[in-house]
């Protein structure tokens, strides 16, 4: 997401219309049920989970806008065509070293794929570059969305649209693939925790009287990831801190590792390395709630009306991919990794002589790879599984070491 234009707290957010708010309180219906059947309380991350994904009332899966100007953030696909049109020199470049060794076709799989604007700008540059994927699969969670990226590849590329195909999960018989993950990971449930005593406790909330109540409740199953983290990444947590930990990241590469035969996963999104992510000064953890462009920390504010995220830690993503059996490719930043596949090469072909034209495009380069916006907060990680080549996004800057 770009930064918020605004950071504020939820008690100066615009007030929901009627409507909204009635769904929101639908929506809590639906997490006391969850409440009632497991005694009472829900871990923070099942929570999470239905309030961003519960069908038709959850943040992704009812009919808000969401993504742009009139929703409530915007990605870096919604940002600029030339996202996608670099990442797209970047898949062709594993297309191309794939065909060096294997007869066997090539897919593109996406995951969480938005408004389906970065297929849309993937596949037009494939098809300019002569390396269109045999499919380009789409695994995505809401329905509602999977129907917005049908209509946008309809419109913006329909002669594609045949070579689109949406999966509920990883199919059986990919032998090549580029895996694509733009903020999806940042928007898979966590766990909040804190540290008291020295011990790990977990996030739990229970609804009463219309109101999401919290407390938090010993883990010793969190309290052993934790320590292994701190353990590995030598970190301190003092009594207080509190922070998030995404327990879906390990299972989500197994499964990649075991469907796919020869892989290249490309995970992008805001995060930093574990040292980084559980530093001192981020003792209120990294979890952002968004609403019309204004951001605040407060997740029980109209549950079902507002996105709710937390960063990636980078260096979880890297151990739990060696786990699985995959390879680490590089690691590196969103500016470097667009610089290396050529975005000013891509934006000197795309200038008119028209200057409102050049002034939107410098804009649009500017908002992908400075550093004050998303150029360093965003980083690429790069997995493999027998792919063996180097790839060009990191050849100006690997930051693999920092991990
Ligand atoms: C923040 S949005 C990013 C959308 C898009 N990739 C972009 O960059 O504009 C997160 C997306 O990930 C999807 N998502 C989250 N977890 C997922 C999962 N485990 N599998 C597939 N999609 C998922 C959401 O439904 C949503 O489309």
Request: proline residues 3%; negative net charge.
């Amino acid at each position: 997401m770009v930064e918020p234009l605004i950071k504020t707290d939820s008690a100066a957010l615009p007030e929901p219309d009627d409507e909204a708010k009635k769904r929101s309180r639908l929506l809590l219906q639906c997490i006391k049920k969850e409440c009632d059947c497991a005694g009472g309380q829900i871990r923070f991350s099942e929570f999470m989970n239905i309030a961003l994904y519960q069908p038709g009332l959850g943040y992704y899966s009812g009919g808000l806008q969401k993504f742009g100007e009139q929703g409530d953030f915007i990605t870096a696909p919604e940002v600029s065509p030339l996202f996608g049109q670099c990442l797209a020199g970047q898949v062709a470049e594993v297309f191309q070293n794939i065909r060096e060794t294997s007869d066997e076709k090539s897919f593109v799989i996406e995951f969480g794929a938005g408004s389906g604007v970065l297929a849309v700008d993937v596949l037009l540059q494939l098809e300019q570059l002569n390396e269109l994927p045999e499919k380009y699969l789409i695994l995505e969670l809401s329905a509602e969305l999977q129907n917005r990226q049908q209509q946008t590849i309809k419109h913006k590329a329909p002669h594609l649209y045949e070579r689109v195909q949406w999966l509920q999960q990883l199919p059986d018989d990919v032998a090549n693939a580029v895996v694509i993950a733009n903020e999806v990971l940042d928007a898979m449930p966590v766990e909040c925790f804190r540290i008291n005593n020295e011990k790990t406790e977990t996030l739990m909330l229970a609804v009463d009287d219309e109101k999401l109540l919290a407390s938090y409740m010993a883990d010793d199953s969190l309290d052993d990831r934790v320590n292994a983290i701190r353990q590995r990444s030598e970190i301190e947590l003092a009594d207080g801190y509190r922070s998030e930990l995404n327990p879906a990241i390990a299972g989500w590469l197994a499964a990649l590792e075991n469907k796919l035969k020869r892989a290249v996963i490309f995970v992008i999104d805001y995060g930093y390395n574990e040292k980084e992510y559980y530093h001192p000064d981020r003792s209120e953890g990294t979890l952002m709630c968004y609403y019309r462009h204004r951001a605040h920390g407060d997740f029980s504010w109209w549950p079902g009306l507002q996105d709710i995220t937390a960063f990636v830690n980078f260096t979880d993503v890297a151990y739990s991919a060696l786990d699985a059996g995959l390879e680490m490719a590089g690691y590196t930043t969103q500016a470097a990794f667009l610089l290396a596949n050529g975005i000013s090469d891509l934006h000197a072909t795309q200038v008119t002589d028209e200057v409102q034209q050049q002034i939107k495009l410098s804009q649009q380069i500017k908002t992908l790879t400075l550093p004050s916006e998303m150029g360093e907060r965003f980083k690429v990680i790069a997995l493999t599984k027998n792919y063996e080549e180097s790839l060009k996004g990191f050849s100006m800057l690997d930051l693999s070491n920092r991990l």
